[in-house]
T-cell receptor, first 111, second 113 residues
Framework: QQQVKQSPQSLIVQKGGISIINCAYENTAFDYFPWYQQFPGKGPALLIAIRPDVSEKKEGRFTISFNKSAKQFSLHIMDSQPGDSATYFCAAMDSNYQLIWGAGTKLIIKP | DAGITQSPRHKVTETGTPVTLRCHQT?????MYWYRQDPGHGLRLIHYSYGVKDTDKGEVSDGYSVSRSKTEDFLLTLESATSSQTSVYFC????????????FGPGTRLTVL
């Protein structure tokens, strides 16, 4: 199945809280899982990425958790800030080196 | 996205007219991609290029064609625009096709009436 299912569609978090966005996939041939961040009127930009041989990757306040057996991965944003308000996309790379994208999560951080 | 420009940034056209969108990069990246972005669908790959004159279809290629005659330019053509092609179109580039960061342009908002 060439799908990546992303949830929730939208998320409101208080400043300083933890934002969590989840993605699930079926195709076990997917082998690279990036997260992109998109601000209004701009193109997406790579935030953080993981390969399936590791279970977690952390870069500053952003962490990807990867569960290979469950075919799920998630983005955690610690100490969420108003500047993190954006749309977040998960994606997965298939065997043809094409990215399959989730539908996106609109994150709003309330001051 | 400083090294990737798209033109035009906005376009309104009528059903049945041909439309060409241009992507220009100064990064000398080998790979270039055209995506469309629609609410509830994320980004969907239309066509991509892995070198000058080397292109291939993506997930949603019907009704679209592409050309790449120079490393820096990748053109997307809608031969006969339809209302279902109303979307935001993004160009992206990458240095290699494999597990590689894709760098996105600012997008073109196309409305087909």
């Amino acid at each position: 199945q060439q799908q990546v299912k992303q949830s929730p569609q939208s998320l409101i978090v208080q400043k300083g809280g933890i934002s969590i966005i989840n993605c699930a996939y079926e195709n076990t041939a997917f082998d690279y899982f990036p997260w992109y961040q998109q601000f209004p009127g701009k193109g997406p930009a790579l935030l953080i990425a993981i390969r399936p041989d590791v279970s977690e990757k952390k870069e500053g306040r952003f962490t990807i958790s990867f569960n290979k057996s469950a075919k799920q991965f998630s983005l955690h944003i610690m100490d969420s800030q108003p500047g993190d308000s954006a749309t977040y996309f998960c994606a997965a790379m298939d065997s043809n080196y094409q990215l399959i994208w989730g539908a996106g999560t609109k994150l709003i951080i309330k001051p | 996205d400083a090294g990737i420009t798209q033109s035009p940034r906005h376009k309104v056209t009528e059903t049945g007219t041909p439309v060409t969108l241009r992507c220009h990069q100064t990064e000398n990246h080998r790979y270039m991609y055209w995506y469309r972005q629609d609410p509830g669908h994320g980004l969907r790959l239309i066509h991509y290029s892995y070198g000058v004159k080397d292109t291939d279809k993506g997930e949603v290629s019907d009704g679209y064609s592409v050309s790449r005659s120079k490393t820096e330019d990748f053109l997307l053509t809608l031969e006969s625009a339809t209302s279902s092609q109303t979307s935001v179109y993004f160009c992206a580039t990458g240095t290699s096709g494999r597990s590689d960061t894709q760098y996105f342009g600012p997008g073109t908002r196309l409305t087909v009436l």
